[in-house]
């Protein structure tokens, strides 16, 4: 099993430029979620997803999109990025009751 | 909705010290305690947990309290040794199934 793997690994980008980020485990859970970390700020919730074919906003939806693709993969879109979306990124995913398995994370850097 | 607090901010220890991180939550309905530990330039992974009707988990050279009363739990780690530098955060669940992290604890091991 890969369990939560995350694409990119880093990023930069210009402010205004648009970009996904893709996520997908093989552990066969229903739920998913978006985190980013920033220094001293611990995990903030952005998106997650209950089961295929829902999404809930998090503590800090702003700026952001999610597809839930299917059962393995939920995506994160930065329509126009901005310099305060700088962070890193964490894809988690959970069966219901149990504990989360996190990606590797994405290193985003908006210029 | 649920607030949880974590301190240290930072601990440093020499290494075949205790080290202990607390946590404090304000949701009497949270039954689900889970820490996890985040290596430098890796996604978080979960280490211990411990559930509302339980007072103490041990797990080798880790072990977590709860105190329900006072809404707060620890986890201990004894004989600490350079491996164990890394990044801890806390959380807590309650009736929803999305935990609320603590802003983490960089510990630092000293050989």
């Known amino acids: 099993n890969a369990g939560v793997t995350q694409t990119p690994k880093f990023q930069v980008l210009k402010t205004g430029q648009s970009m996904t980020l893709q996520c997908a485990q093989d552990m066969n859970h229903n739920s998913m979620y978006w985190y980013r970390q920033d220094p001293g700020m611990g995990l903030r919730l952005i998106y997650y997803s209950a089961s295929e074919g829902t999404t809930d906003k998090g503590e800090v939806p702003n700026g952001y999109n999610v597809s839930r693709l299917n059962k393995r993969e939920f995506s994160l879109r930065l329509e126009s990025a901005a310099p305060s979306q700088t962070s890193v990124y964490f894809c988690a995913s959970s069966a219901e009751g149990r504990e989360q398995y996190f990606g590797p994370g994405t290193r985003l850097t908006v210029t | 909705g649920e607030n949880v607090e974590q301190h240290p901010s930072t601990l440093s220890v020499q290494e075949g010290d205790s080290a202990v991180i607390k946590c404090t939550y304000s949701d009497s309905a949270s039954n689900y305690f889970p820490w996890y530990k985040q290596e430098l330039g890796k996604g978080p992974q979960l280490i211990i947990d411990?559930?509302?009707?339980?007072g103490e988990k041990k797990d080798q050279r880790i072990a977590v309290t709860l105190n329900k009363t006072a809404k707060h739990f620890s986890l201990h780690i004894t004989e600490t040794q350079p491996e164990d530098s890394a990044v801890y955060f806390c959380?807590?669940?309650?009736?929803?199934?999305?935990?609320?992290f603590g802003r983490g604890t960089s510990l630092i091991v000293h050989p």
């Open positions: 411990i559930r509302s009707n339980v």
């Open positions: 959380a807590a669940r309650g009736g929803s199934y999305i935990p609320t």
